[in-house]
């Protein structure tokens, strides 16, 4: 019975002095700090790739950034896509513990969560990301997405989207650039 008084003290202790203790959370990195050039409302005209049966189109939209506790970008999407009305939400941090960016995507038109990771290349302007999901070319089957945000500026971002063939070399089925709207 000792024992048991003995460990009901010890836990007590614990518990007063880890509660009594200030949260250690960490603080962003340049990383994070990356991800914020993001930040702001933009404009954004966006054009397919034809395709085998399918014509070119332009996509024009809009895109506001904003800051999530200096981790994390949130970018809410607003589009037209062939005549047919979009929205998304996107998602980017930064995960030391993974040495990547991650992220995520969601829209209103696919019942997919998407799963982002990914890097600034070399020249530091340019955040590459790779996800998996539906394949947009073989049905029931999956592919691998890149999407790539290239700063040309502070105010203009060129973007490119990627869908891996079956022969491992990707394929543009998106191009297009985002300006900073003026205020």
Known sequence: MKWLLSAAVLLTLTVTTAGSQEP????????HEWLKQFAGDWTSLSKTVPMEGVPAMECPGTMKSRMLG???IVNDMHGDM?????????TIGYEPAKAKYVGSW?????????HYEGTVDESGKKLVLEAEGPSYI???ETAKYRDSYEFESPDRILTTSEIMGKDGK????MTGEMKRAKP
């Open 70 to 72: 200096g981790f994390w």
């Open 82 to 90: 062939g005549g047919q009305t979009f929205n998304a939400v996107q």
């Open 24 to 31: 250690n959370f960490p603080s962003p990195q340049k990383e």
């Open 170 to 173: 990707w394929i543009t089925f």
């Open 138 to 140: 073989t049905t029931g």
């Open 106 to 114: 969601v829209d209103s038109m696919t019942n997919h969560l998407w």
